[in-house]
């Protein structure tokens, strides 16, 4: 009874991706093989066609998640979507990443060949001392935004704001952030591989610069920015063996949990992404360690976990559940 439950689990098999301003620590903390020294993300949850996961191992072992989302749809539950909704991602920021910002659903379907919208959030896994994220812009008009941008005047424009290991960030589509040197993130988001950039540092990928998109940058950032304290929380001293919520979205729900003593739940959602960010234990009987991520599908039942260890969960709002 047991061993089948626990073939059930969709372990995946992370995709890694080379950046220009990637590093190593996905190697070295996370224990992945990464293709250079220069690796940046590491999709661990992700059905895109930019970056779709293998299960590791059970009754699907090969096969990708977009597969298992075309011919095995009951272990995602009956939800009105019309592909898996959400993306998982480790980044590792050895550099800067560039200033940016994602499009909204509505924009991305429109001029992104019906691409969705991204709306993302951060959970800092780690942050070097006096760390701070690029999020939102000082423009009050248009005419600013882009007289600002036009002349380059980033320090002026970008506002940037101290954050530490822990602290959790909702991004919505519109917002200019980018994330910055020595920073490591769990990053939740819609599935969309939409970004505009604003602004590369000049620096050179393969010996050229980095395409820019300035005009649909512009058409899609908000002005004003919208409240910085709404989308920054602290969230590195929780209560434990609880589901503490960091976010709830249009697209997504947020939990950590970080496991002390032992929790034991019902999985009843459509399905819940599971990211192990720090420590060992068991689930269910079974091992699992930082650097896991694995999906719990439909209908799952009973979930013990013991040791000791923290875990992003996540999955879809009900209004998607039909
Ligand atoms: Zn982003």
């Given at each position: 009874?047991?061993?089948?439950?626990?073939?059930?689990?969709l372990f995946l098999e992370p995709v890694m991706k080379q950046m220009v301003w990637g590093g190593s620590r996905l190697?070295?903390?996370?224990?992945?093989?990464?293709?250079?020294?220069?690796?940046?993300?590491?999709?661990?949850?992700?059905?895109?066609?930019?970056?779709?996961?293998?299960?590791?191992?059970?009754?699907?072992?090969?096969?990708t998640l977009s597969e298992l989302w075309d011919n095995e749809r009951a272990l995602f539950g009956s939800i009105a979507v019309d592909r898996f909704p959400l993306l998982a991602k480790i980044i590792d920021a050895k550099e800067d990443l560039s200033i940016q910002v994602h499009p909204d659903d509505q924009y991305a379907k429109a001029y992104e060949n019906g691409s969705l919208g991204k709306t993302e959030c951060w959970?800092?896994?780690?942050?070097?001392?006096?760390?701070?994220l690029v999020i939102g812009h000082s423009a009050r008009t248009k005419e600013e935004l882009a007289n600002r941008i036009a002349r380059e005047q980033w320090s002026e424009l970008l506002v940037k704001v101290p954050v530490r290991k822990g602290d959790f960030i909702q991004i919505d589509?519109?917002?200019?952030?980018?994330?910055?040197?020595?920073i490591?993130?769990?990053?939740?988001?819609?599935s969309s591989d939409i970004t505009y950039r604003l602004y590369d540092y000049g620096r050179l990928s393969g010996g050229i610069p980095r395409e820019l998109h300035i005009k649909k940058s512009m058409e899609?950032?908000?002005?004003?920015?919208?409240?910085?304290?709404?989308?920054?929380?602290?969230?590195?001293?929780?209560?434990?063996?609880?589901?503490?919520?960091?976010v709830v979205s249009d697209y997504y729900l947020v939990w950590k949990l970080e496991v002390e003593k032992g929790v034991c739940f019902q999985q009843n959602?459509?399905?819940?992404?599971?990211?192990v960010i720090e420590g060992d234990g068991l689930m269910n009987g079974q091992h699992i360690k930082k650097g896991d991520h694995f999906i719990l599908p439909n209908l799952f039942g009973?979930?013990?976990?013991?040791?000791?260890?923290?875990?992003i969960l996540s999955t879809i709002p009900q209004k998607y559940i039909v």
């Open positions: 009874m047991m061993k089948q439950q626990n073939n059930s689990i190697r070295d903390e996370f224990g992945y093989v990464i293709p250079g020294e220069d690796t940046g993300e590491c999709w661990a949850v992700s059905a895109h066609p930019n970056g779709d996961c293998k299960i590791r191992s059970g009754d699907f072992e090969g096969k959970y800092i896994l780690d942050a070097p001392r006096d760390a701070k589509p519109g917002t200019v952030h980018a994330i910055t040197a020595g490591m993130i769990l990053e939740i988001q819609q899609v950032i908000q002005i004003p920015t919208t409240d910085l304290n709404q989308m920054v929380s602290h969230c590195d001293n929780l209560p434990k063996d609880t589901w503490n919520q960091l959602f459509p399905f819940l992404i599971m990211n009973e979930v013990q976990l013991q040791g000791k260890m923290s875990l």
